[in-house]
């Protein structure tokens, strides 16, 4: 049976439990007054890229609770406040919750996947969104 990608990417949401994917996470500047609203000032570029990324995995994945890395917040926070990177390589993996007085059973741990920045496009060109059961 040949599905389309569209369909082959909601199944594929639903049931893997790890994807690895590039997002963008610089905000984008503001076009004209009306859009102005949507977009963050200077000073709180990347405090709203890291709720980009949680919202990112709570579409992807589906579960409200979402963590981010420690090591995924120092890449964001890398060149400061005001100089976010433009595209970030995460993996969202879905977990069960140890905790029993929890909301909910899964939790989401978004980590950072480091790419070769010699590659073309600082590494980012050939990548593909991968999804399929955790590794480790």
Same mark, same amino acid.
């Given at each position: 049976?040949?599905? &389309? +990608? !569209?369909? #082959?990417?909601?199944?594929? /949401?639903?049931?893997?439990? $790890?994807?690895?994917?590039?997002?963008?996470?610089?905000?984008?500047?503001?076009? &004209? +007054? !009306?859009? #102005?609203?949507?977009?963050? /000032?200077?000073?709180?570029? $990347?405090?709203?890229?890291?709720?980009?990324?949680?919202?990112?995995?709570?579409?992807?994945?589906?579960? #409200?609770?979402?963590?981010?890395?420690?090591?995924?917040?120092?890449?964001?926070?890398?060149?400061?406040?005001?100089?976010?990177?433009?595209?970030?390589?995460?993996?969202?993996?879905?977990?069960?919750?140890?905790?029993?007085?929890?909301?909910?059973?899964?939790?989401?741990?978004?980590?950072?996947?480091?790419?070769?920045?010699?590659?073309?496009?600082?590494?980012?060109?050939?990548?593909?969104?991968?999804?399929?059961?955790?590794?480790?």
């Amino acid at each position: 049976m040949i599905t &389309s +990608p !569209a369909s #082959s990417l909601s199944t594929c /949401t639903s049931v893997c439990t $790890a994807g690895e994917l590039a997002m963008p996470a610089h905000p984008r500047p503001a076009r &004209s +007054p !009306a859009e #102005s609203g949507r977009y963050s /000032t200077f000073k709180k570029r $990347a405090p709203r890229a890291v709720r980009a990324i949680k919202k990112f995995a709570t579409q992807m994945l589906g579960t #409200s609770d979402v963590r981010i890395h420690p090591q995924l917040n120092k890449a964001v926070w890398s060149k400061g406040v005001k100089n976010v990177p433009h595209r970030l390589r995460v993996r969202c993996e879905r977990r069960r919750n140890e905790d029993e007085d929890a909301k909910e059973k899964l939790f989401t741990i978004v980590t950072h996947v480091v790419v070769d920045p010699l590659d073309k496009k600082h590494g980012f060109a050939t990548l593909q969104t991968t999804c399929g059961d955790s590794a480790n």
